[in-house]
């Protein structure tokens, strides 16, 4: 495991080896920069799909009455949640044992970023509420799925003494 502190001071003589533990630690904190990066970019499908933008605009009176696309909305994310149950644990120990986590990672985001650039075809009509309803539940179950590689990668670029630091700086 890599660990975020600086190497050691190299004894006298030892510039070549000085010089490959600088670049290791730098690595590292690349690494541990790369993996934050993830965390920050992904807020946004939270801000954006799930919270803020995308749900008050298909639970809203353009789609019908925004009871009955409130309960709509809420019946989505219900099965979504259902699907993350049933299949996170199986992905998760998918990539695990195949020491695939950074593909998984990188397809799940690119299905996550698919069904967030799709949203911008759901019209203000009741005819696409499912549509909508459907890329958001796609979106998300992709996004759970996204994070569990994501999180599982936190034991590969920290220590046990460094992963608080690493994963609070996520």
């Given at each position: 495991m890599a660990s975020l502190e600086p190497p050691a001071a190299a004894p006298a003589g030892a510039g070549?080896?000085?010089?490959?533990?600088?670049?290791?630690?730098?690595?590292?904190?690349?690494?541990?920069?790369?993996?934050?990066?993830?965390?920050?970019?992904?807020?946004?499908?939270?801000?954006?799909?799930?919270?803020?933008?995308?749900?008050?605009?298909?639970?809203?009176?353009?789609f019908g009455d925004k009871t009955a696309n409130s309960a709509a909305l809420s019946w989505a994310l219900a099965i979504a949640g259902i699907v993350v149950l049933l299949i996170a644990p199986v992905t998760g120990q998918r990539s695990d044992a195949s020491a695939h986590r950074k593909r998984?990672?990188?397809?799940n985001t690119a299905v996550v970023v698919l069904t967030l650039a799709l949203m911008f075809f759901?019209?203000?009509?009741?005819?696409?509420?499912?549509?909508?309803?459907?890329?958001?539940?796609?979106?998300?179950?992709?996004?759970?799925?996204?994070?569990?590689?994501?999180n599982a990668?936190?034991?590969?670029?920290?220590?046990?003494?460094?992963?608080g630091k690493v994963s609070g700086f996520g």
């Open positions: 070549a080896a000085a010089s490959v533990s600088s670049l290791d630690a730098r690595t590292r904190r690349g690494r541990v920069f790369a993996w934050a990066l993830w965390d920050w970019g992904s807020a946004a499908f939270n801000a954006v799909a799930t919270t803020f933008v995308f749900t008050v605009y298909v639970t809203g009176s353009s998984w990672l990188a397809i759901v019209h203000p009509s009741p005819a696409y509420l499912w549509f909508g309803l459907a890329l958001l539940a796609i979106g998300t179950v992709f996004f759970e799925l996204a994070s569990v590689n994501y990668m936190l034991a590969q670029i920290s220590t046990p003494r460094t992963v």
